[in-house]
């Protein structure tokens, strides 16, 4: 009502809330000035979508220092408007754009893996988090898979081996895959994590014959799988 929207907007929680709102209600528009924005930057710019019910600001953080951006300025929300206003914020010279995707219910991941169009996507995890709108692991894992399933041939899935929801990706996908976890049979390997105090931690990171240590600002073995996801 007029006396509900004048209450909003007295108060700076309120009218972010009026602006959210318009925003969320102008996603069409803005999608399809994306998905122009993404067509013309097909040549130029690599684009990184990063998917999973857990840990995906962390490794989107990581992902973008991994690839030259500033970690740090990846911020905000992960669905609907603000990811059209991010593919729309890619400019013609940057090397990689790197774009954190969220749903809370189906038919969502869908519309994003067409918008993003990703070359690379990274999954993170499949947990319950979304079992009160998708019911079921199976289910959310599926919806999820959409961002994998839009790769085309020569783009690149990287997966968390360790997570069997995420590694039965692989099988949705014509995409080169590449694993990352704790497990041995991973591709992108992390052993030895071990508290770096005051710095984080301490991890060796192993990619076929190849070992490096690694100091991050993180504690805790699942911290480690941002990192390994970045590597991967």
Do not use: C
Request: charged letters at 20%; aromatic letters at 6%.
């Amino acid at each position: 009502s007029p006396g509900d929207l004048l209450e909003l907007l007295r108060t700076p929680l309120g009218r972010t809330q009026i602006r959210l709102g318009i925003e969320y209600r102008a996603f069409p528009l803005f999608a399809a000035a994306a998905r122009l924005a993404r067509r013309r930057r097909a040549s130029t710019t690599r684009f990184v979508a990063v998917v999973g019910s857990f840990g995906k600001t962390t490794t989107s953080h990581a992902v973008r220092a991994a690839v030259g951006l500033d970690p740090a300025a990846h911020v905000g929300t992960n669905s609907w408007t603000p990811i059209a206003k991010r593919i729309l914020a890619t400019r013609a010279t940057d090397r990689h754009a790197v774009i954190e995707a969220g749903i809370d219910g189906p038919g969502q991941m869908r519309r994003y893996a067409a918008l993003i169009r990703p070359d690379v996507t990274v999954v993170t995890t499949v947990g319950s988090e979304h079992h009160r709108s998708l019911g079921t692991l199976e289910r959310t894992r599926d919806e999820k898979a959409h961002m994998v399933r839009v790769l085309a041939p020569d783009g690149l899935a990287v997966l968390n081996g360790d997570d069997p929801n995420v590694l039965w990706m692989r099988t949705q996908t014509r995409a080169r895959v590449v694993t990352y976890g704790l497990g041995a049979t991973n591709d992108v390997v992390g052993t030895n994590v071990r508290l770096d105090w005051p710095h984080g931690m301490q991890l060796d990171v192993t990619a076929g014959d190849v070992t490096r240590t690694v100091r991050a600002p993180l504690l805790g073995d699942k911290m480690a799988y941002p990192l390994l996801a970045a590597f991967a």
